[in-house]
């Protein structure tokens, strides 16, 4: 890339995009403490317990109390002992923070289909045009986050800007929990007072050298030419000079290829009675059907999950060699799975039945016949 005088194109700033940035609170710590109540308040570190492996291992993410000690993610979980030898170590449950993750999704997507993951612990929204038709970004981040904590119980906290850039930095400004809003009139005053080692992108190297050019916050950023950021930091140094400037034109984006579709509903109070239960997960049979008859496409797994009323999460599934797609499939595929693994003496909190592995339904379903019954 040529960089010659920067043309008014490229130093034209979007401003009326609407983006959340949306960060779980500690998340696969957090995950862990809701589902065992009697961890919170002691420091937690997810990662494999040095002591039985030679001191071997990584840590994922810690609790806020295990962070007051200095222990922090990517820190080799040796070290972490070392700053808290009373630190409890839990071995992280990757397949188990995923459906979690997927639950939080379920979230997101009642009020846009624009999203970006970037992790299994945050994600953009672009909620410029939503399904909810309301116009303050920030009134939809407090419902996302209120609904994340009753249907989830877990908190999370936001970044609500109108580029990603801002949205990302806004979401770590208070945590946990926190909801921060970025204007256009308040960004270059945020921007000025941010610690140079804090804007999104800069890695610890670039900040070391930026700190040697006495360059310690983004006002003393802002005061460097285009030219002068790119001899020494080259692209980088680019990027630099527009997000110092609050701009970041770049799009949410997302895969809108669907892998599976589905639907799931929280109850309150708790379903108790195996009727009921039949009853819901008829309801969520038709609500299925009728969104894979939308997209035009069947599916051959069949998956039901149930959570109970303390959080604890089942997820069951069975595969089918011919694909599955009416109401009636759905429903005797989806109670045959209660009837196998479901406890209603332990209430339900949530059910919600999902079909993947799908194809279009101009695949249909040919029974081949397992003998010739005529000669050619």
Not at 243 to 262: A, C, H, M, Y
Request: aromatic share 10%; proline share 4%.
């Amino acid at each position: 890339m040529e960089y010659g005088l920067l043309t008014f194109k490229e130093l034209d700033n979007d401003l009326n995009r609407k983006i959340i940035h949306i960060d779980m609170d500690a998340f696969y710590a957090s995950v862990e403490e809701r589902d065992n109540p009697s961890l919170k308040g002691k420091p937690l570190v997810i990662a494999n317990d040095p002591r039985r492996t030679g001191g071997r291992g990584v840590v994922t993410t810690a609790n806020y109390v295990a962070r007051t000690y200095g222990i922090h993610s990517a820190m080799s979980s040796q070290k972490a002992f070392e700053l808290c030898p009373h630190a409890l170590f839990i071995p992280p449950r990757m397949d188990y923070y995923r459906s979690v993750s997927s639950d939080i999704r379920n979230v997101f997507l009642k009020y846009t289909d624009t999203i970006e993951p970037l992790s299994l612990d945050e994600a953009y929204l672009d909620v410029t045009q939503n399904k909810v038709n309301i116009p303050s970004a920030s009134i939809i981040a407090r419902k996302i986050q209120s609904e994340v904590w009753k249907e989830v119980g877990l908190t999370c906290s936001a970044g609500v800007s109108y580029n990603k850039f801002l949205a990302k930095m806004a979401s770590d400004f208070k945590k946990p929990a926190g909801l921060t809003v970025i204007t256009p009139k308040d960004a270059q005053n945020f921007l000025f007072e941010l610690p140079i080692e804090k804007f999104y992108g800069v890695g610890e190297k670039t900040a070391e050298k930026l700190v040697q050019l006495n360059i310690k916050n983004g006002k003393d950023l802002f005061g460097l030419s285009a030219n002068q950021l790119i001899d020494d930091f080259g692209k980088m140094g680019y990027v630099l000079f527009r997000k110092v400037r609050g701009i970041d034109n770049n799009p949410v984006t997302s895969n809108r290829e669907r892998k599976s579709l589905g639907r799931e509903l929280t109850y309150s109070p708790f379903l108790t009675q195996e009727e009921q239960v039949e009853e819901e997960i008829r309801k969520l049979s038709y609500t299925v059907s009728q969104s894979l008859e939308k997209h035009k496409v069947h599916g051959q797994v069949v998956v039901l999950k149930i959570r109970y009323a303390d959080f604890y999460t089942v997820t069951r599934q069975k595969s089918f060699v011919d694909y599955v797609g009416s109401k009636e499939e759905i429903f005797s595929k989806a109670i045959a799975l209660w009837e196998e693994h479901g406890e209603i003496d332990k209430e339900i909190r949530l059910l919600g039945i999902t079909l993947t592995q799908l194809a279009p339904r101009s695949y249909t379903n040919i029974q081949l016949p397992l003998w010739k019954t005529t000669k050619l």
